[in-house]
C-alpha cells in the first residue's frame, strides 16, 4: 500500500527520520515546516494522508486541522496528530478537531506504520490491497487484475484506479473534480473533461460483461458505482 503522505513538521531531525522510514515502506513523502507551506502544497496534488504536529510555528497543528476540516476540498484527507503532549485532554481536542487518529513522541517506526496502515484502511480503502467484488465484478489490487463474471477484463491505469476508487466507495455520488482529487490526485492541471474521457474508457471495457451498467452518470452532479 504505496501513498502520498504529506509530513508537516518543523524539526528537522523528526522531518528526517518520518522521511526516511516512510520512503522506506514505499511511500512518496512531501514535507511542510509550518501549515503556511502544508497549505502552498495543498493547492496541487492531494496528499492521501497528513502527518501533522501539534507544536508548529505560527498557526498549531490543532489549527490547521480545523483550518482542513473547513475546506470541502481538503476534509476528508485523513490526519493523524504527531505530539510530545501526553495529556489525555489534548488528545480529545485533537480527535474532536477532525484528527483521525493521535500518536505521542517519541514513536517507534513500527508503530507509526500500523496507525497509518490502520487510517488508510478506514479512511481511504482505495489505497489498500484488499479485493472488491461488487454484482460479479472482482477487482484484486496486488495482481493489478479485473475480472467480470470470472472472465478477465484488461483495463489502462487510468481506468483501473478509477474502477477501484469507485468500487470502494459505492452508492456515493462524486464530481468530477472529487474525482480528479481522488483519482488523480490533483484537482489543478487535468480538465473536468478528462473524468468523462475515462468513464467512457471505462465503461466501453466492462460493456462485454455488462457491468457497465454498475457505472451511473447522475445529471448535473457526477458519477456513482452502484449494484442496484
Ligand atoms: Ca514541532
Known sequence: MAA?????EDEPGIQEVLKFNLGSHGHDVLVAADAEQALGLLRGALPDLILLDWMLPGMSGLEFARRLRAEPRLKNIPIIMLTARTDERD???GLETGADDYITKPFSPRELMARIKA???????QMTEDPVEIAGLRLDPVSHRVFGDGKPIDLGPTEFRLLHFLMTHPERVYTRSQLLDHVWGDHVFVEERTVDVHIRRLRSALEPTGHN???????????????T
Open 4 to 8: 502520498t503522505i504529506l509530513v508537516v
Open 91 to 93: 488528545k480529545v481536542l
Open 119 to 125: 487510517v488508510l484502511r478506514r479512511r481511504a480503502p
Open 213 to 227: 451498467r454498475l457505472i451511473q452518470t447522475v445529471r448535473g452532479s457526477g458519477y456513482r458505482l452502484s449494484a
